[in-house]
């Protein structure tokens, strides 16, 4: 009696287990049907007023993954996409024509009017989802969101290809999230104060001792401007010279940028179409094995249940479904290890992908700068070298 009771109980658990699981297998992404358009600010701006707008290299997200996700994700592809990313949301902002300069920044050491913060979330070749902060040099935060978007085989197709990226829609909502935002919050006087603020706080970081007190953090901590110089001040002049060198360089970091980009496309794509049709049958493969595990298992417990029957018929069938449920099972890892595949395959194409978009040489007007570390080593290195040459035109002043 007590057996029948536990096996009964079982039997309840496992079918419960197995409608869960089937309603799971069920559940599928809603794939993208609607190309959005970018929308273009219809009000005229004055060229002062065109904020500069700078995107950091993303955040790969490989901290936050899970340890399935972690089977599955290439650190390689992941660290490639989030300097790949950031640069198709910065040319998406630049067509946009609302904007004023747009660039894709190793780092917030550039000054800016406002920044962009990415973290990829997920990024397989069917869904992607990424998590943008935006805030203004201030320090007002704008606004946080996520973004996801999940696409058909369609998006692959050549034609598709040669239009668009086939993730184009979640950067096109980004632009018209922020246009948005910045027409129903900030006035022109707003605008012009952010631009301000931006231009000292560059003053100040090569010269402290002249601009440090330009510049204050209130209680809410949003940096206000106190005072502002003269047009006509020599240091600032100095300032706006060393601001222009920089502009230069980072305008030849932006060609690295398109660069990569550029040589990453082809075979990026290739992985996220391959990883696109790998994610899909892996998914089929996970199903088919928990359906095998569920029902192979519940198999073997019928079969346990039955050989404690007194009828020589039903025990002997109990044999057959004990025999068919290990079957079953084992069926079911052998279709786990068939996953294992699809999961080593994608991580060898992250390691191509990564030595095909390896960094190259930059060239500046006057030099070559080898960049045998990252871009953000190499910044870091010219910023340094604009700090000599500041103090070397004001003798050290």
Not at 120 to 128: K, N
Not at 221 to 249: C, K, M
Not at 324 to 330: H, L, N, P, R, S
Request: charged share 25%.
């Amino acid at each position: 009696m007590g057996i029948d009771m536990g096996i009964s109980a079982v039997r309840t658990t496992l079918l419960g287990l197995m409608a869960a699981t089937l309603v799971a297998c069920a559940t599928t992404s809603v794939k993208s049907t609607q190309y959005v358009q970018i929308v273009q600010d219809t009000a005229p701006v004055s060229e002062d007023l065109l904020m500069d707008i700078g995107v950091t290299v993303f955040d790969p997200g490989i901290d936050e993954l899970s340890r399935k996700e972690e089977e599955r994700v290439s650190p390689e592809i992941r660290n490639a996409e989030a300097r790949y990313a950031p640069y198709m949301l910065a040319e998406t902002l630049q067509r946009s024509g609302n904007w004023g300069v747009v660039r894709v920044l190793p780092n917030e050491t550039t000054t800016m009017d406002v920044y962009l913060h990415g973290q990829i979330l997920q990024s397989d070749g069917e869904g992607m989802i990424i998590k943008i902060t935006a805030r203004d040099s201030t320090g007002r935060l704008w606004y946080t969101k996520e973004y996801e978007e999940h696409i058909s085989k369609f998006n692959y197709e050549a034609s598709q290809r040669q239009a668009n990226d086939p993730f184009q829609v979640i950067y096109n909502n980004i632009a018209n999230d922020l246009l948005a935002w910045r027409k129903a919050n900030l006035k022109s006087n707003q605008i012009a104060n952010i631009r301000a603020v931006s231009e000292l706080q560059f003053a100040r970081n090569f010269a402290p001792e002249i601009f440090g007190e330009y510049l204050r953090v209130n209680n809410r901590g949003i940096t206000e401007v106190v005072r502002l110089p003269a047009d006509n001040d020599p240091s600032l002049a100095r300032i706006r010279e060393i601001r222009q060198r920089d502009n230069l360089f980072v305008d030849t970091v932006q060609d690295y940028y398109a660069n990569y980009a550029r040589q990453m496309r082809v075979p990026y794509d290739s992985w996220r179409e391959q990883s696109f049709i790998a994610t899909e049958d892996l998914e089929k493969v996970e199903a088919s094995a928990r359906r095998r595990l569920l029902m192979g298992t519940a198999a073997i417990v019928g079969g346990i249940a039955a050989a404690t029957s007194n009828n020589a018929a039903v025990q002997t069938g109990s044999l057959v479904g004990v025999g068919a449920g290990a079957y079953m099972v084992k069926s079911s890892f052998d279709k786990r290890a068939e996953a294992e595949i699809h999961i080593a395959a994608l991580q060898e194409l992250g390691e191509s992908l990564e030595s095909e978009v390896a960094p190259k040489m930059i060239d500046l007007d006057d030099r070559q700068v080898m960049l045998t570390g990252t871009v953000e080593e190499q910044y870091k290195q010219w910023r340094e070298i604009l700090v000599d040459l500041y103090h070397e035109e004001t003798g050290g002043i």
